[in-house]
């Protein structure tokens, strides 16, 4: 007997009610969406943008509120190529609304009903739907033995950074480790270089045990996803999702 044929998603309208910039370039809006039908943590969706002439350009990015919060919320990193993302980025106000078409994916997603260890490894704006993870664990009140690792250029480029201090100074089960590539504060005692297989070893549980989630850019996940596997990991334990360079 043949299958039925999936029902494709709707667009439907949100209005953006928060704009909050996370650093220099990358800006998170929160919407109001009534009609959300909910979505898991790691999910994205697409944005779609129609220009006056009818253009239109559409771009996905990663959920990243919780599944529990009351807004949906997407953070996104402005490129200056890009289509889409400046407009988010630059001239998006509170009270506009957007197209949106979701929730999307069911392989790079995690509930805490899964359990862990939880390993969350994040190159650049790859930290945001490893954030969403870290919220719906945090709003479920599990105490899942979770560790992040960060990569990025310097502190400044450290996205959610108060939150994720907050977090990981309230939850003694969750480690939040930053390695700072290009540039570091004085008296910097991190992480100082690209995510290695040393680094690793040294970040990963005991014999590959739990779950792993890789994000980032397309040459970052894949070494990070071969370095976890030379320590234990097996493959159908490490989840990746990756984005090129260009975009937005």
């Given amino acids: 007997m043949p299958g039925r044929a999936l029902t494709p998603?709707?667009?439907?309208?949100?209005?953006v009610a928060e704009l909050v910039d996370e650093t220099a370039t990358v800006k998170t809006v929160a919407l109001e969406?009534?009609?959300?039908?909910?979505?898991?943590?790691?999910?994205h969706l697409d944005v779609r943008l129609t220009a006056a002439d009818g253009y239109q350009?559409?771009?996905?990015?990663?959920?990243?509120?919780?599944?529990?919060?009351?807004?949906?919320?997407?953070?996104?990193?402005?490129?200056?190529?890009?289509?889409v993302s400046p407009y988010l980025a630059e001239e998006l106000v509170v009270g506009d609304k957007l197209e949106l078409r979701g929730p999307i994916g069911g392989?790079?997603?995690?509930?805490?009903?899964e359990g862990g260890p939880l390993l969350?490894?994040?190159?650049?704006?790859?930290?945001?739907?490893?954030?969403?993870?870290?919220?719906?664990?945090?709003?479920?009140?599990?105490?899942?033995?979770?560790?992040?690792?960060?990569s990025a250029r310097s502190l400044d480029h450290v996205i959610y950074r108060e939150e994720l201090d907050r977090l990981a100074k309230g939850d003694s089960s969750l480690d939040v480790?930053?390695?700072?590539?290009?540039?570091q504060p004085p008296g910097w005692t991190g992480y100082a270089r690209?995510?290695?297989?040393?680094?690793?070893?040294?970040?990963?549980?005991?014999?590959?045990?739990?779950?792993?989630?890789?994000?980032?850019?397309?040459?970052?996940?894949?070494?990070?996803?071969?370095?976890?596997?030379?320590?234990?990991?097996a493959p159908e334990r490490v989840k990746t999702e990756r984005f090129g360079p260009t975009g937005g």
Avoid at 177 to 183: E, K, W, Y
């Fill in 33 to 43: 969406l009534p009609d959300w039908p909910g979505h898991r943590a790691g999910q």
């Fill in 177 to 183: 480790l930053l390695s700072l590539t290009r540039a």
């Fill in 107 to 113: 392989y790079f997603v995690w509930d805490v009903n």
């Fill in 9 to 15: 998603l709707a667009w439907t309208l949100g209005e």
């Fill in 57 to 83: 350009a559409q771009r996905s990015y990663s959920i990243a509120s919780a599944p529990e919060d009351e807004r949906l919320a997407i953070t996104v990193e402005r490129l200056d190529d890009g289509e």
């Fill in 194 to 233: 690209r995510v290695d297989g040393d680094m690793l070893r040294e970040v990963a549980f005991a014999g590959g045990e739990g779950i792993a989630f890789v994000c980032g850019p397309t040459r970052f996940v894949e070494a990070v996803a071969d370095g976890l596997l030379a320590v234990g990991y």
């Fill in 120 to 150: 969350l490894v994040g190159g650049g704006s790859g930290v945001v739907p490893l954030m969403a993870m870290l919220r719906h664990r945090a709003a479920a009140g599990a105490t899942t033995s979770a560790r992040l690792l960060y």
